[in-house]
């Protein structure tokens, strides 16, 4: 399995914008999908999975329906839960804000399809196999954990602070190859943290600490303002497995990886 963390447009070290895109294939969220990917890269995403709608994590989703508007020839499939479906159609596709892309067709049909998928239950996309795991954000969101046919499994907090259900069900995996995990404020932020349900390093500690196996730790969603203390706080954890994830690099995972280094106390 490959990951690769999409950067935002302007600033290549920041994530202000969040989109993760597996296997070239399916994104995890779409805050940036569409700010960095053009043409063909861009048409084979053909399934977005959101994690939860805060803006974020959309904000380049319309322009999808615009930009390629001739060139969609397979519905794009859009999958979040039935109400971030709704939040979607009623505040972003609503013929105000955007146009309402369900109802508009191109030479080829249909531009894009809403999938809801079910909390804990897992679905199928494109060869993976997805799990919506809820976790601790100011709205409703879902942590996801993505297995391939292959076995390899990663998974991905998505915003979220404390939290404990993401976490007992990763310990029930059969197998975890690595976790991105929000770490958007350094320790200095932390009330900021709370107060938004994102995690700083410290708090990192003690989510790891219920993570009862070793796995690849790769700290993502890090505020642009808290980049540099947040690396420096990381980096002062000592623990080899845990590192902030590099934005627009292809992480793979296969079968025959190795397992991550001990966490040293996790
Ligand atoms: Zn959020």
Redesign the pocket.
Known sequence: MRVRALPSLTDRRSQLL?TFVINDRVAIDAGALAFHLQGEALLAVQDIVL??V?L??IASLPFIFSELFADIRMPVRIHATADDIERLRRHIFNDVIWPDFTRLRNAHGELLTFVPFTWREPFEVAGLRLTAIPVT???E?AGFIVADQQGVCVAFT??TGVTDEFWAALNALPRLDAVFVDVAFDNAHEAIANV???LSPRLLVGELAKLRRTAQVLAVNLKPLCRERVQEEIQALNLPAVQVAALDVDYTWSATSPPAEALGGG
Request: glycine share 0%; net charge negative.
């Open positions: 969040i994690t939860h805060h974020d994590h954000h100011t709205v969101t998505s915003d938004s349900c994102h």
